[in-house]
């Protein structure tokens, strides 16, 4: 069965720091695409970089980069120069193979400190 | 932008009443999707729908049904509410198939008391 882990439940960075939140993914599948989002305090949900399994370059959007490890099956998210606006929840999700469902981890808090 | 626009924000009902949450997308998107979400578990899907009065269960529809009359509005409908259906509700949308995102809304808070 297709699986996202995200095995830290919080984490703390400090401003301008870099950071790398983790995610590990489980499938059998050769075609499948990888989903990063913020959600803030206030609930909504902020799509952030997309990665699929046969893109060859790491995606990036601005400080957001994906770091893609296909063989581990890790797509874990770098946010460099961090700051007080990235604290929130973040989540990791896959997209199942020929159907647009995504299954989410857990989420992993993030909190950044002066 | 796209905009996915769900009814309320917070909203309070008592056990057994019949709960409806709507959600109306502005993108013309073909998929809508409802989840829950609660501490630890993150974002579980309850139904979608990729066409009008197309709808497949998710994996936890026990206690809810969908309603999809027109491609821009999904309902989700608690028949008879129960406690252990609080929780935070977002409705999201996305274009079918390919590396475009699923677009959500701002989310229900529903508590059942």
């Known amino acids: 069965a297709q699986k996202i882990t995200q095995t830290q439940p919080g984490m703390f960075v400090q401003e301008k720091e870099a950071v790398t939140l983790d995610c590990t993914y489980d499938t059998s599948d050769q075609s499948y695409g990888l989903f990063w989002y913020k959600q803030p305090s206030s609930g909504e949900m902020i799509f952030l970089i997309y990665?699929?399994?046969?893109?060859?370059q790491n995606a990036t959007e601005g400080r957001y980069s994906l770091n893609f490890q296909k063989a581990r099956k890790s797509a874990n998210l770098v946010i460099s120069a961090s700051q007080l606006g990235d604290s929130a929840m973040y989540f990791c999700?896959?997209?199942?193979?020929?159907?647009?469902?995504?299954?989410f981890g857990t989420g992993t808090r993030l909190q950044v400190f002066p | 932008d796209v905009k996915v626009t769900q009814s309320s924000r917070y909203l309070v009902k008592r056990t057994g009443e019949k709960v409806f949450l709507e959600c109306v997308q502005d993108?013309?998107?073909?998929?809508m999707f409802w989840y829950r979400q609660d501490p630890g578990l993150g974002l579980r899907l309850i139904y979608f729908s990729y066409d009008v009065k197309m709808k497949e269960k998710g994996d936890i529809p026990e206690g809810y049904s969908v309603s999809r009359e027109k491609k821009e509005r999904f309902s989700l409908i608690l028949e008879s509410a129960s406690t252990n259906q609080t929780s935070m509700y977002l409705c999201?949308?996305?274009?079918?198939?390919?590396?475009?995102?699923?677009?959500f809304g701002d989310g229900t808070r529903l508590s059942i008391l």
């Open positions: 999201a949308s996305s274009f079918v198939q390919g590396a475009q995102p699923q677009h």
């Open positions: 993108m013309d998107h073909e998929n």
């Open positions: 990665q699929g399994s046969y893109d060859e």
């Open positions: 999700a896959m997209r199942e193979h020929n159907t647009d469902k995504l299954i």
